[in-house]
DNA sequence: CTGTTAGCGCTTTCAC
DNA sequence: GTGAAAGCGCTAACAG
């Protein structure tokens, strides 16, 4: 076994005295079955030549491939690793090959992907993430996904509405809601919010529906900051508000991360949690479910949600929507004394 | 715009009134330029009729693909996001596309990936994870690499030696070693360690790191035990630890998210850390940096070694092995009183 | 059941 | 500079 020999199927045949076509159906099970005796040869051969198919050729043969997409923003985030770990299970079951993408937060980076997923003629897609509300991108975004869709590829969308191919969507609305509630009944009643950026729907869904959850019995934030929808953003927006010095006693992040980046930024400023401030977050990341102390949060069956994301995908069919519901889950970091 | 309708180079040359060739030299440029004009008519039509090139054909015509391939255990776990995002930005920075595969420990799926890149004539791949030592699921590893490697594709493995490939290594030994040398010099006396599997490389070299460091010390550990490595893996470690009531004062766990484990099962224990017992971990994962009390642990460059790892991979050559240095960050886990 | 043969869409000599 | 034509490796009719 030395220097590159591309064994091909034509070697194979030839190996073993048979046709290419025989040797064809015998190593990718085709139609017709040849005789066991041929089947031993051809597999024989194929052994000791050491081949193996080019799956381009097979691909460009047959038009049409066993390689599906994925396309997250951020695939340290967790909560997009944990979807597309869903996706790509789903997929490893189906055995589909998986090219996962990272946009970087980058509109251009994901149209560009998705053009490579087209290129590649990928069986089907899925988008992770949440979409800026900025026309302009969107715009393009559309019509890439339109182009997509049109090669007749499937496309299922995890948190992001409003195009034209299957959607998966977390009820962050409801979830919120019912966290206000909870925690309303816990005996909570002076609330910020840590908001997303506002041109991000899944920020704008939680935080509206914990107002509408405050609503319902008859209560207002008393603050809402905006800040990036990472770590970070969370550690900043709480700075600002505990420089503002709103009398806040419970704050709800619209996320887990941002939740422990405040954690840590009160922390740092020695404001006791929960004893001084309660907080909140949405999400239920696996990997901070050991922070403490524990954060109070929103589960939402991620790893499920990014499995029916590609069923959709490969299925096709019309654009569905499919709604997964979010579940309170109460933690030490708003326990009341 | 309707049902699909595959472009291809022929429909765009015709429109243009010119010869496949000439389309294709303007569209993908190639060696010679064709005049202006002609220029203009081809990326025109191609336009006009949205014309996407087919991947697949591109590459059974030049018979090279800008597919690389990236394996790891489990996306989810957070060690593994980090270096696989470092291949993935340095992939995307030299516009390659990324097939990553998660072999849920799998080592049956990890050759069966590896073969399947093989089949889709990826230009290289980047292995990551420390391998079991199995010797039999070794062997068939070694023999896929093999297959692999003679293909004439690029290789490059993070956390494993002996491989006929490049090899990125942390200097785990050295590392755990500087990290038993600080906690000595912070007072620390009693040692427990939290082992991983016997077979994974990374941890054995880990403890051995460890033990080794303390022996410059004169010291010995009161306690080994071994668990997964995993969350929790150290949670239950650590249970095993304290019911055997082995007198330790520290206890490093030969990964963060044990060590996080461990500390969780400290909590519902009500043993304070570090008042009660001082708490180290290896790895320094990002989304755990807020945990509290501030793991104490060390560093590896994750994204630089996957950059690297690619860079090596896609260059191919002799095999090289580079290792990255740890750095100790004392944080509060381990705080004296 | 098995072999022939025409493509799949694109790149690449090799002539013009 | 530009085009004709021969593949790249494999599948899928279509004949035997």
């Known amino acids: 076994m030395n220097l590159r020999a591309p064994v091909t199927l ?88 998986v090219m996962l993408a990272s946009t970087f937060r980058d509109a251009e980076r994901e149209i560009a992907y998705l053009a490579s997923l087209r290129a590649q003629r990928a069986r089907a897609a899925v988008m992770i993430g949440s979409r800026r509300t900025d026309a302009e991108s969107l715009a393009r975004t559309a019509s890439e996904v339109g182009s997509f869709l049109n090669s007749g590829a499937g496309l299922a969308l995890v948190s992001q509405s409003g195009m034209p191919a299957h959607t998966i969507e977390p009820d962050n609305r409801a979830g919120a809601a019912a966290l206000a509630r909870e925690l309303v009944g816990l005996g909570w009643r002076r609330f910020a919010v840590l908001g997303g950026p506002d041109t991000l729907a899944t920020a704008r869904d939680r935080r509206d529906g914990f107002l509408a959850g405050l609503a319902d019995s008859g209560l207002e934030p008393v603050a809402i900051e905006s800040g990036d929808f990472t770590r970070d953003g969370g550690h900043a927006a709480i700075e600002r508000l505990l420089d503002r010095g709103v009398g806040a006693d419970c704050v709800f992040a619209v996320n887990d991360v941002m939740a422990v980046g405040a954690m840590s930024a009160l922390r740092q400023r020695g404001v006791d949690v929960p004893g001084q401030l309660g907080v909140a977050g949405f999400d239920d990341i696996a990997t901070l479910r050991d922070v403490w102390p524990g954060l109070t949060t929103v589960r939402l069956p991620l790893e499920q949600m990014g499995r029916r994301a590609l069923e959709l995908a490969i299925h096709g069919g019309e654009p569905t929507t499919e709604t997964f519901r979010a579940e309170v889950v109460l933690r030490e970091s708003t326990a009341r004394a």
């Not at 043969?61 to 770990?85: C, M, Q, R």
């Open 10 to 97: 034509l070697d194979v045949a030839q190996r073993a005295g048979v046709s290419v076509a025989t040797a064809s159906r015998v190593l990718n099970g085709g139609d017709r079955v040849p005789r066991p005796e041929l089947q031993e040869r051809v597999k024989a051969a194929a052994e000791e030549l050491g081949y193996t198919p080019n799956a381009q050729a097979q691909a460009l043969a047959k038009s049409s491939t066993n390689v599906v997409g994925i396309l997250v923003h951020d695939i340290e985030d967790p909560y997009f690793a944990a979807i597309a770990n869903g996706v790509m299970r789903a997929a490893d079951e189906r055995n589909l090959l």
